[in-house]
């Protein structure tokens, strides 16, 4: 009996042994998470309420932060406007050509791993300060793109970043250009269609076009619906085009939220202002993420569930 009594004991002290192990090896990351997530983002729902210069102690003002990106910051409108507008219209160019591309690339052929990474790799540089500068010298005024023009008989003269009518259109190309990262999700989901369905579709005599908006599009649609939701709040926190390439200009028409918000808290030291206007995105992309998730299931098709 004495025996039987200290199996368990035994059992209990080395599962012990194994629970402290356990919290050890993930004690850095719960540090983590407390020190630079949750401490941080509470810490600046209260600044939002204050005024706080980083040099001062914040001095509590209530909504007196929010009157004033509401009803006086004229630039607070024009931004956000600027990247509403920015989001709406590069998500959905951005989201069509990476799944095109990952069609193309679905079809197996010797060069399709070259091209594979070839694509994703603007994905990973897009955001950085090269291609910035390279996006810059490519549709300056004696860049690339006007020559490329020029030699095709057409306008060469066009200021792409200095004209209002063509500065967000520049920008938006450069973030449709980094279509990488959704196209390989996309081309995953290609490949695990099952044949069957498009080998029994086309005994019944449906052709490519058919196919692809009976099976393809339709299997994808779980697909579209979770890179949309990335790129959409990829799309609200767009920084690094406006602030490295144009700075806003001209006239305002490339100011991005961010940058916005930038310019208030570490240029102008308006610290509990910039808190605020970062607290009101994050609702508008809740707000935006909510209105997708509920409308999802008026169009995607999970095939587990048959609908």
Not at 9 to 17: A, C, F
Not at 19 to 40: C, M
Not at 198 to 204: K, Y
Request: aromatic share 18%; proline share 5%; with cysteine.
């Amino acid at each position: 009996m004495k025996k039987n009594a200290a199996a368990p004991r035994k059992l209990s002290t080395l599962l012990d042994r194994d629970n402290v192990a356990g919290y050890v090896f993930i004690l850095p990351f719960i540090i983590g998470v407390i020190a630079f997530t949750a401490i941080p983002f509470f810490t600046s729902l209260y600044l939002a309420f204050t005024e706080y210069n980083v040099l001062s102690d914040p001095k509590w003002v209530g909504l007196a932060n929010f009157k004033e990106m509401f009803f006086e910051d004229d630039l607070f409108w024009t931004s956000f406007w600027v990247t509403f507008k920015f989001a709406f219209i590069q998500v959905p160019i951005k989201l069509t050509v990476a799944l095109l591309v990952a069609m193309v690339l679905a079809k197996a052929t010797k060069a399709t791993s070259f091209y594979r990474a070839a694509f994703y790799i603007p994905s990973l540089m897009g955001g950085s300060v090269a291609i910035a500068l390279l996006w810059k010298q490519l549709f300056s005024p004696r860049g690339v793109v006007n020559q490329v023009l020029g030699f095709l008989g057409l306008p060469d003269d066009t200021a792409w970043l200095g004209n209002p009518k063509t500065a967000l259109g520049t920008l938006i190309a450069l973030g449709v250009w980094q279509f990488g990262s959704s196209m390989l999700i996309f081309l995953a989901a290609i490949k695990n269609i099952p044949q069957s369905y498009h080998e029994a579709a086309i005994v019944d005599g449906a052709g490519p076009v058919k196919r692809f908006f009976s099976i393809t599009l339709p299997m994808l649609t779980p697909i579209i619906f979770f890179n949309l939701i990335n790129q959409v709040i990829g799309a609200f926190q767009a920084f690094n085009s406006s602030y490295l390439i144009t700075q806003g200009k001209p006239l305002n028409t490339t100011l991005y939220y961010g940058v916005h918000l930038y310019n208030k808290a570490f240029d102008q030291f308006k610290m509990g202002y910039g808190c605020a206007m970062a607290w009101f995105m994050l609702l508008v992309i809740a707000f935006f993420t909510a209105l997708i998730f509920r409308s999802s299931s008026a169009w995607v098709y999970y095939e587990s569930e048959g609908k």
